[in-house]
Protein backbone atom coordinates (compact mmCIF):
# COMPACT_ATOMS: atom_id res chain seq x y z
CA UNK A 1 0.00 0.00 0.00
CA UNK A 2 1.35 3.45 -1.30
CA UNK A 3 2.04 5.86 2.02
CA UNK A 4 -0.39 8.23 0.79
CA UNK A 5 -3.78 5.61 0.78
CA UNK A 6 -2.54 4.30 3.88
CA UNK A 7 -2.44 8.52 5.35
CA UNK A 8 -5.90 8.98 3.46
CA UNK A 9 -7.44 5.38 5.03
CA UNK A 10 -5.95 6.17 8.73
CA UNK A 11 -7.33 10.32 8.68
CA UNK A 12 -10.45 9.66 7.63
CA UNK A 13 -10.73 6.89 9.74
CA UNK A 14 -9.85 9.23 12.46
CA UNK A 15 -12.20 11.92 11.74
CA UNK A 16 -14.85 9.57 11.08
CA UNK A 17 -14.95 8.35 14.75
CA UNK A 18 -14.79 12.08 15.86
CA UNK A 19 -18.04 13.18 17.49
CA UNK A 20 -17.88 16.72 16.73
CA UNK A 21 -18.12 15.59 12.78
CA UNK A 22 -20.22 12.78 13.33
CA UNK A 23 -22.67 15.36 14.60
CA UNK A 24 -22.39 17.52 11.77
CA UNK A 25 -22.08 15.03 9.36
CA UNK A 26 -24.07 12.15 10.21
CA UNK A 27 -23.42 8.65 11.98
CA UNK A 28 -21.41 7.25 9.52
CA UNK A 29 -20.62 10.92 8.22
CA UNK A 30 -20.88 11.56 4.72
CA UNK A 31 -17.18 11.75 3.79
CA UNK A 32 -16.57 9.88 -0.02
CA UNK A 33 -13.70 9.44 -2.08
CA UNK A 34 -16.02 10.26 -5.52
CA UNK A 35 -19.66 12.15 -4.77
CA UNK A 36 -22.41 9.52 -5.02
CA UNK A 37 -24.97 10.75 -7.01
CA UNK A 38 -27.90 12.37 -4.76
CA UNK A 39 -25.78 12.82 -1.69
CA UNK A 40 -27.32 14.33 1.53
CA UNK A 41 -25.65 17.21 2.45
CA UNK A 42 -23.68 18.53 4.17
CA UNK A 43 -20.85 15.76 2.91
CA UNK A 44 -17.22 15.78 2.27
CA UNK A 45 -15.49 14.38 -0.39
CA UNK A 46 -11.72 13.77 -0.78
CA UNK A 47 -9.67 15.86 -3.03
CA UNK A 48 -5.89 16.32 -4.44
CA UNK A 49 -3.13 14.72 -2.46
CA UNK A 50 0.22 16.35 -3.51
CA UNK A 51 3.35 13.97 -2.11
CA UNK A 52 7.47 15.06 -2.16
CA UNK A 53 10.05 12.54 -1.40
CA UNK A 54 11.81 13.53 2.04
CA UNK A 55 14.20 10.84 2.39
CA UNK A 56 16.73 11.17 5.03
CA UNK A 57 19.09 9.19 7.45
CA UNK A 58 18.68 5.90 5.31
CA UNK A 59 14.96 5.92 5.79
CA UNK A 60 11.72 6.70 2.98
CA UNK A 61 9.99 9.70 4.26
CA UNK A 62 7.64 11.51 2.29
CA UNK A 63 5.86 14.40 2.82
CA UNK A 64 2.34 14.62 1.62
CA UNK A 65 -0.49 17.15 1.97
CA UNK A 66 -4.14 15.82 1.17
CA UNK A 67 -6.99 18.61 0.79
CA UNK A 68 -10.66 17.50 1.76
CA UNK A 69 -14.00 19.59 0.48
CA UNK A 70 -16.57 20.08 2.21
CA UNK A 71 -20.26 20.92 0.36
CA UNK A 72 -22.98 22.49 2.06
CA UNK A 73 -26.34 23.55 0.86
CA UNK A 74 -28.32 25.30 3.15
CA UNK A 75 -26.06 26.65 5.86
CA UNK A 76 -24.13 28.83 3.84
CA UNK A 77 -20.19 30.11 4.64
CA UNK A 78 -20.93 29.67 8.56
CA UNK A 79 -21.66 25.99 7.88
CA UNK A 80 -19.07 25.21 6.01
CA UNK A 81 -16.41 26.78 8.13
CA UNK A 82 -17.98 25.24 11.20
CA UNK A 83 -17.37 21.69 9.81
CA UNK A 84 -13.70 22.71 8.39
CA UNK A 85 -12.69 23.57 12.23
CA UNK A 86 -14.47 20.60 13.38
CA UNK A 87 -12.05 18.43 11.01
CA UNK A 88 -9.34 20.30 11.78
CA UNK A 89 -9.92 20.17 15.71
CA UNK A 90 -10.06 16.55 15.15
CA UNK A 91 -7.16 15.68 12.74
CA UNK A 92 -4.51 18.02 13.80
CA UNK A 93 -1.83 16.36 15.80
CA UNK A 94 -4.26 13.39 15.72
CA UNK A 95 -1.65 10.38 16.40
CA UNK A 96 -2.38 7.99 13.61
CA UNK A 97 -1.89 4.27 12.84
CA UNK A 98 -0.64 3.77 9.61
CA UNK A 99 -1.08 0.26 7.61
CA UNK A 100 0.74 -1.04 4.97
CA UNK A 101 4.40 -0.47 6.45
CA UNK A 102 3.80 3.62 7.13
CA UNK A 103 3.94 5.27 10.31
CA UNK A 104 2.93 8.94 10.78
CA UNK A 105 5.39 10.87 12.04
CA UNK A 106 3.30 14.13 12.11
CA UNK A 107 -0.29 15.29 10.91
CA UNK A 108 -1.31 18.90 10.89
CA UNK A 109 -4.07 21.14 9.58
CA UNK A 110 -1.87 23.61 7.38
CA UNK A 111 -4.78 25.67 5.36
CA UNK A 112 -8.37 25.98 5.32
CA UNK A 113 -11.05 27.99 3.53
CA UNK A 114 -14.87 28.60 3.00
CA UNK A 115 -16.63 30.38 -0.02
CA UNK A 116 -19.85 30.40 -2.11
CA UNK A 117 -19.27 28.27 -5.53
CA UNK A 118 -20.93 29.77 -8.85
CA UNK A 119 -24.31 28.10 -7.26
CA UNK A 120 -25.04 30.44 -4.95
CA UNK A 121 -26.75 27.85 -2.80
CA UNK A 122 -24.28 25.93 -2.18
CA UNK A 123 -21.02 27.05 0.14
CA UNK A 124 -17.90 25.26 -0.22
CA UNK A 125 -15.27 24.54 2.17
CA UNK A 126 -11.41 23.07 1.99
CA UNK A 127 -9.04 21.95 4.68
CA UNK A 128 -5.74 20.70 3.93
CA UNK A 129 -3.30 18.54 6.13
CA UNK A 130 0.17 17.41 5.80
CA UNK A 131 1.42 14.81 6.81
CA UNK A 132 4.99 13.19 7.52
CA UNK A 133 5.35 9.46 6.59
CA UNK A 134 8.38 7.33 6.85
CA UNK A 135 8.48 3.50 6.03
CA UNK A 136 8.42 1.44 8.76
CA UNK A 137 11.64 -1.33 8.49
Same mark, same amino acid.
Given at each position: ?5 ? *??? +? ?20 ? !? ?6 ? +????? &? ?7 ? +? ?15 ? /? ?9 ? &? ?5 ? &? ?11 ? /???? *? ?7 ? !?? &? ?10 ? !? ?8
Amino acid at each position: MSAEAA *FQD +ALIQHLSADAGVIALLGDPPRV !FDEEPAGA +AYPYV &TIGRGVSED +ADGDGARVIEHRLTLHV /WVRHGGRREAK &TIVDAMR &TAGHEAALSLSGG /WRCV *FCRSVYADA !FR &TADSRIAHGVIR !FRALLEEVA
